[in-house]
């Protein structure tokens, strides 16, 4: 067993309003700089939809990630040692300009400086690049809210598979089933990122597991970005070096949460510490797709057992780190309840960014057995409902396997109906208790996730362990 410690992350679908202000707080901190216009570290995204890079899932295109050969070994999608040296001056599977868009401001001069006319003046968009007047085509959420989803929308990858009815309850202008999927950089346990770089730039810290680009180091080979199947790492074309999310490590070696996380509005992020075997990654991610989500949770390690903590401690974690693990929120919510998915785990890279999948929007009807009912939702099992297709989510956040997200939903209505059995009283507390059972919960359960989704301060949000930068290993 080889303990290590990974501060990783949760985001809570159902309590994003979508208001950017992730995202606005990361462009104003890190990629306000020429040659950083396009990036976006944090960007949110309406799903369905094509995202950002444009339909940056679909792997036939990109080839990010690892794919599994015929013996169960992992290899590179995008390049491979005898590929790189043809692959220098191009790329094949690079996103282009196009495919994220071209950063513009607008002509605010033309407003403050306009003479005096019966018409209004109008700033025209001008290109940040070139500097000429130019005519937006896309941006970094261009599909906010299903805007123009015949378009857009209808063409995201994880609706392979979806039958013409689902289709239909996902596109029903008069229901306007969406939701919201923020995305930074993952900081992966098996990043394809880190392995594509043939100048060894890109590395993974040892003391906690943020992915970084040694600026002094990079040579601006690009392979970095193809490998990368979230798309998450950019190059910059000012300064000729690949940039990427750094967890706003600055901050957490001070105590403070990254800057995404300090300014969301929904109390939606969560960041913690957990402890893992390293000696099981190549292990787990060369497992089947149908087996990836319950496989990359068995790395997780109980912060509790004693055989655990003296492993971390005798591996050089300080006891701050294992006392962060005991008290880490994103312990609770991927490995005890079971809430939190990663997204294309597919791709076996290991995500450490972790949803809880949406269950939102409520419905206020009820059937006889006090479930929620709409003729066109789509059932969970045992005659309970969701508004979005199970399929589509499992594709996002299950690999296709449809287990882990109805456990996950399940478990979410179960909660919601001993909640509403105490707060609102129309259903029965012996009803919400036989749900509860039903998801595989408990009264005490179900209390603690309330607390920690509704209740919970930013102590409670964020534990970070205290640092000490001068010792070895990073962390006292």
């Given amino acids: 067993m080889d303990v290590r410690a990974q501060l990783a992350t949760v985001f809570h679908l159902d309590k994003c309003l979508g208001c950017h202000t992730c995202s606005v707080a990361c462009k104003n901190v890190w990629t306000n700089r020429p040659g950083a216009e396009y990036m976006w570290w944090n960007n949110v995204e309406t799903k369905p939809g094509t995202g950002y890079p444009t339909q940056w899932e679909d792997q036939a295109q990109y080839r990010g990630g690892w794919t599994r050969t015929s013996d169960g070994a992992l290899r590179?999608?995008?390049?491979?040692?005898?590929?790189?040296?043809?692959?220098?001056?191009?790329?094949?599977?690079?996103?282009?300009?196009?495919?994220?868009?071209?950063?513009?401001?607008?002509?605010?001069?033309?407003?403050?400086?306009?003479?005096?006319?019966?018409?209004?003046?109008?700033?025209?968009?001008?290109?940040l690049l070139t500097g000429r007047p130019m005519d937006p085509e896309a941006g970094p959420n261009w599909d906010d809210d299903l805007g123009g989803s015949p378009v857009y929308a209808a063409h995201d990858p994880n609706l392979a598979g979806l039958t013409p009815f689902e289709r239909r309850q996902l596109f029903a202008v008069e229901r306007l089933i969406w939701f919201y999927l923020p995305r930074t950089c993952n900081h992966c346990l098996n990043p394809a990122c880190v392995a594509a770089c043939p100048s060894g730039a890109l590395h993974k810290r040892g003391e906690d597991g943020i992915v970084l680009v040694d600026q002094d180091r990079c040579r601006g080979w690009r392979a970095c970005v193809p490998a990368c199947p979230y798309k998450k790492v950019y190059y910059n074309w000012q300064t000729g070096k690949s940039e990427k999310c750094i967890l706003c490590f600055p901050r957490i070696e001070s105590g403070q949460a990254p800057a995404c996380f300090h300014a969301c509005v929904g109390r939606i992020r969560y960041l913690g510490v957990l402890l893992y075997d390293a000696s099981r990654i190549a292990e787990v991610a060369a497992l089947p797709d149908e087996a990836l989500v319950e496989g990359q949770r068995s790395l997780i390690l109980d912060p509790n057992d004693e055989a655990v903590v003296r492993r971390a401690l005798a591996a050089g974690l300080g006891a701050s780190v294992v006392t962060a693990a005991q008290r880490s929120p994103v312990f609770r919510f991927v490995k005890s309840w079971k809430l939190a998915l990663p997204a294309h785990v597919e791709y076996r890279t290991l995500p450490m960014l972790f949803y809880v999948p949406p269950l939102s929007p409520v419905i206020a009807g009820r059937n006889e057995r006090g479930a929620l009912h709409h003729e066109d939702q789509a059932p969970i099992g045992d005659g309970e409902l969701a508004r979005l297709p199970l399929k589509y989510l499992a594709s996002l956040f299950g690999a296709g396997n449809e287990a882990p997200v109805r456990y996950a939903l399940r478990k979410q209505q179960g909660v919601r109906a001993y909640r509403r059995a105490l707060r609102v009283g129309d259903i029965s507390r012996a009803f919400a208790e036989e749900r509860l059972r039903e998801a595989d919960s408990s009264i005490d359960e179900a209390e603690a996730i309330y607390r920690l989704t509704s209740l919970a301060t930013a102590a409670d949000r964020f534990v970070i362990p205290s640092a000490d930068r001068e010792r070895v290993g990073g962390w006292e």
């Fill in 76 to 127: 590179l999608a995008s390049t491979s040692k005898t590929r790189m040296l043809g692959e220098i001056f191009h790329h094949p599977y690079m996103p282009t300009l196009d495919d994220y868009y071209e950063p513009w401001t607008y002509d605010y001069a033309t407003l403050f400086n306009a003479p005096e006319s019966t018409d209004q003046p109008t700033a025209r968009p001008i290109s």
